[in-house]
């Protein structure tokens, strides 16, 4: 249930704060769309969305690339708090597409520390693919705590919580089609 920016969870009163709308969204998808059709016209690519909070943008993004692509998904868990990553992390999900020789790009919803992305590039580069980049909806630089170099972000983010357009808190928020900062209020 959503109140005027509010919404009750389990008895957990959460303040939902904009950071991106709709239409914002739409503007900054269809930018980094044209960058990526632009950039790999001409040559084959394989998008590897990360499930589960990449799926919306994922969705929006393929149907504003002007180029043809083909698409997989991996699943990644980082096991400890919900909120912050633990570094420790576990596939829950395989690709199956053939990746060698190939130019793949990585969707992510959020970069926050790298971790999971270093992962997922080790991952990726085992099956010897020609390149490897990463697309995000946001990228929080200043969080970092490897060397992720992040190709295509739509967004930029200081610090905070996010939710939203696919981006979750504990399973919850995905539905949002817009994207919120989001608080506990006491
Ligand atoms: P990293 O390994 O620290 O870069 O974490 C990346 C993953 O943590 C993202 O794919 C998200 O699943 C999750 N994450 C990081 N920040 C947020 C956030 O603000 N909201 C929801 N999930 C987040």
Redesign the pocket.
């Known amino acids: 249930m959503i109140v005027h920016g509010l919404r009750l969870e389990k008895n957990i009163m959460t303040e939902l704060i904009p950071v991106l709308n709709e239409n914002e969204i739409k503007k900054l998808v269809a930018d980094i769309a044209k960058n990526i059709s632009d950039d790999y016209k001409d040559s084959e690519i394989v998008l590897i969305g990360?499930l589960k909070?990449a799926f919306v943008f994922m969705a929006d993004l393929i149907r504003k690339i002007t180029i043809p692509v083909k698409i997989d998904f991996v699943a990644l868990s980082?096991y400890g708090s919900s909120t912050i990553?633990s570094g420790k992390i576990k596939l829950t999900r395989e690709i199956e597409i053939d990746l060698k020789n190939k130019n793949v790009l990585i969707v992510?919803?959020?970069?926050?520390?790298?971790?999971?992305?270093k992962y997922l590039i080790n991952y990726l580069k085992s099956f010897e693919p020609k390149s490897v980049r990463i697309c995000a909806l946001l990228d929080?630089y200043e969080r970092r705590e490897t060397e992720i170099n992040v190709d295509y972000a739509c967004h930029r983010i200081k610090k905070?919580?996010?939710?939203g357009y696919g981006?979750?808190?504990a399973e919850n928020y995905r539905e949002l089609p817009a994207i919120y900062h989001l608080r506990n209020v006491d």
Do not use: A, R, W
């Open positions: 990360v909070g980082s990553s992510e919803d959020i970069v926050d520390t790298g971790l999971t992305l929080k905070g919580f996010v939710v981006i979750d808190y």
